[in-house]
């Protein structure tokens, strides 16, 4: 409680009426604070008193009531703002880079329609497969795109941090694969990828649970190259 509290020119607060009644006036605080309900004085020296914040008190005759640093109303809902810049990928979704003549298929999309390559579709879940367990062998899968005019030879090339897979071997045997020295890194050359659209799937072993586990992946053809980053989380399993 605040009593007999002089407040300097009553906060702003903007008198409805006077006399012997004691009327209530509103001034409006942006704050939104607490509300205060007091006395003010009609005399030329404008004392407020009687000042609560829990209760609004009965005015004597020669002032009237008076109620400041209410909140308030609401206004209206304004115009709605400029479209923000695209976000960042989502988690486990596959990112490419394509050349003219050489592209790489992307994953599976959350509808299945949208790519052929990465870690496959889950039929279980109707999902893009985005989680491989510790222990388990899976399946990579590389879908090398010519668009204009088909050339036959060419190469996949695909990284990964050993502490995430070990590479286990590829399901085509036409392929010549070797592994790059001193790093964690296999080429399959091809000479048969005049075609639209050319597969391959490549076995990975998951090591340790990691949900940022990421396939690097290059195909060259022509003296063209298309890269892209392909992630997956892999989890410890029960």
Known sequence: MIRKAVIAAASGAVVLA???AAVAATTTSSSGGVTYHGCENTSNHREIF?????KTPKCPKGSWGITFNSQGRT???GPAG??????????YESTVTDAPDVQLDMSPGPDGQSGASGWGWD????KPVTDLTVGTTNGFTVTVLQPNSEQ????????????????????DASATCVSIANTSAETCSYTDLAHTAKSDTFNFKANNADPDAIIGVTASVNG?????????Q???GS
């Open 234 to 236: 892999i989890s410890a």
């Open 82 to 91: 400029p479209q923000g810049a695209a976000g960042t990928p989502s988690l």
């Open 50 to 54: 009687d000042v609560y914040s829990t």
């Open 123 to 126: 039929n279980t879940t109707s």
């Open 75 to 77: 206004g209206a809902t």
């Open 224 to 232: 063209e190259e298309a890269t892209g980053q392909f992630p997956v």
């Open 152 to 171: 036959a030879d060419g190469s996949i090339t695909l990284s990964w941090n050993p502490y995430d897979f070990t590479y286990e071997g590829n399901g």
């Open 18 to 20: 006077g006399g012997a």
